[in-house]
């Protein structure tokens, strides 16, 4: 029987399952990578709701387990050796559960390489500065009279779209043919920027064809539908 009770984050969100994995999460494009991840790859694991917007992630509790104060994180009672692993940050969790399986990410070492070389193009560039549109076009930054931050991170998003939509020239996916944890971790992004934030004018969004067509690809999967509703919102 796994015991999880040294992590603090168990005692204000209990295990009611301590031999699954443990997700702490919320349906934003971050949390949803994992979630998805979690349902393409079939593996049972118990969710657990962090309610950023009241502030949950701040607790002392959270922080234990994520020093950074943010979704998602997991503990996967069943880590290497057998031994509890905590996890936070959304890449670094994509790749250890992409490795735990063999799924999702290329055994062929240059592809695999090229593959973690696109997941960090989203986690260094997609989400932080797709994340910034949100901030100054819909969020509390509407409100700031000096459009020039909002310009520069619109114009700064159009041009990483251009990125991916020449990648995505003449392929099903971001590697080819083959589904894998870069597509896991850019789809939330793209489908919040263009749905959630009402950012597809500001960013030529009909101006391209790979990337809308992706993102239909990658809507269509089951397993990426029920992972951007999990955990369900209060
Ligand atoms: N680089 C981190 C970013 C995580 C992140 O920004 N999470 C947001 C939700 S999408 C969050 O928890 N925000 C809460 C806060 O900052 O208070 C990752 O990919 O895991």
Redesign the pocket.
Request: charged content about 25%.
């Given at each position: 029987m796994s015991d999880l009770s040294s992590f603090p984050i168990t005692q204000r969100w209990p295990a009611q399952h301590p031999e699954l994995l443990q997700l702490y999460s919320?349906p934003?494009?971050?949390?949803v990578?994992v979630s998805i991840m979690l349902e393409e790859l079939g593996l049972p694991y118990e969710v657990h709701l962090?309610d950023?917007g009241k502030?949950e992630?701040?607790t002392p509790e959270f922080l234990s387990l994520n020093p950074?104060?943010?979704?998602?994180?997991i503990i996967d009672p069943d880590g290497p050796d057998g031994k509890p692993l905590a996890l936070?940050?959304?890449?670094?969790?994509l790749l250890y559960l992409a490795e735990k399986t063999g799924k999702f990410l290329p055994s062929d070492p240059a592809r695999r390489y090229q593959t973690i070389q696109w997941v960090f193009f989203q986690?260094a560039a997609i989400?932080?500065m797709f994340?910034q549109v949100g901030f100054f076009h819909k969020f509390a930054g509407r409100e700031i009279e000096d459009k020039r931050p909002l310009e520069r991170y619109q114009n700064e998003s159009k041009r990483l779209l251009g990125v991916l939509e020449t990648r995505l020239e003449g392929r099903q996916w971001i590697m080819d043919d083959e589904y894998t944890i870069a597509d896991i971790a850019t789809l939330g992004w793209v489908r919040n920027l263009v749905g959630f934030y009402g950012a597809g004018d500001l960013v030529d969004y009909a101006s391209l064809k790979n990337v809308p067509a992706w993102l239909e690809r990658g809507l269509a999967r089951p397993a990426v539908q029920r992972g951007l509703d999990i955990p369900k919102r209060p």
């Amino acid at each position: 029987m796994s015991d999880l009770s040294s992590f603090p984050i168990t005692q204000r969100w209990p295990a009611q399952h301590p031999e699954l994995l443990q997700l702490y999460s919320l349906p934003t494009p971050n949390g949803v990578k994992v979630s998805i991840m979690l349902e393409e790859l079939g593996l049972p694991y118990e969710v657990h709701l962090i309610d950023i917007g009241k502030n949950e992630s701040w607790t002392p509790e959270f922080l234990s387990l994520n020093p950074n104060g943010k979704i998602p994180a997991i503990i996967d009672p069943d880590g290497p050796d057998g031994k509890p692993l905590a996890l936070f940050e959304s890449g670094a969790i994509l790749l250890y559960l992409a490795e735990k399986t063999g799924k999702f990410l290329p055994s062929d070492p240059a592809r695999r390489y090229q593959t973690i070389q696109w997941v960090f193009f989203q986690m260094a560039a997609i989400g932080p500065m797709f994340g910034q549109v949100g901030f100054f076009h819909k969020f509390a930054g509407r409100e700031i009279e000096d459009k020039r931050p909002l310009e520069r991170y619109q114009n700064e998003s159009k041009r990483l779209l251009g990125v991916l939509e020449t990648r995505l020239e003449g392929r099903q996916w971001i590697m080819d043919d083959e589904y894998t944890i870069a597509d896991i971790a850019t789809l939330g992004w793209v489908r919040n920027l263009v749905g959630f934030y009402g950012a597809g004018d500001l960013v030529d969004y009909a101006s391209l064809k790979n990337v809308p067509a992706w993102l239909e690809r990658g809507l269509a999967r089951p397993a990426v539908q029920r992972g951007l509703d999990i955990p369900k919102r209060p």
